[in-house]
């Protein structure tokens, strides 16, 4: 499974808050209360932490670029899709997202260790149980 998948399991959380320097290691936190209720113990989202980040910008739809963490983080852009793999680029709900980073690694916002397969497990069953529950209501 490739870091990328990582992203795209987070669908729909929101970027809150960005910690470090580009270019050096970034940790990015994610809010995604309904995908964080399957792990214990208790908390709101995921810590992304980008090792050796060399890029990550944000282009507003109007073209506007920023690579300031914090106003980013302040924006909290909602993650929408994954456009391209490389370099890796999102579309947010403020634009698209562009990083390049060498290493990932994925935690809880508690900080527990949590790998790619239990946060991908973890986002089957909550959409499948989605799904059934919104069946037939359109």
Known sequence: MSDN?????????????????????????????????????????????LGNCTQFELESDS????????????????????LTDSPLTIYTTFGTLK??????????DSGQPLTAESLDQASEQYWQAWSEQHRGSA
């Open 99 to 108: 990083l390049n980073y060498h290493a990932l690694s994925l935690a809880l």
């Open 63 to 82: 073209g506007v670029l920023t690579n300031d963490l914090r106003q980013i983080a302040e924006d909290s852009p909602e993650i929408l899709s994954i």
């Open 5 to 49: 998948a990582i992203w795209g399991y987070l669908h729909d959380g929101s970027i809150d808050r960005v910690d470090g320097t580009v270019p050096g290691d970034i940790a990015v936190h994610i809010s995604i209360p309904y995908l964080r209720k399957a792990f214990i113990p208790a908390g709101d989202g995921f810590v992304l932490t």
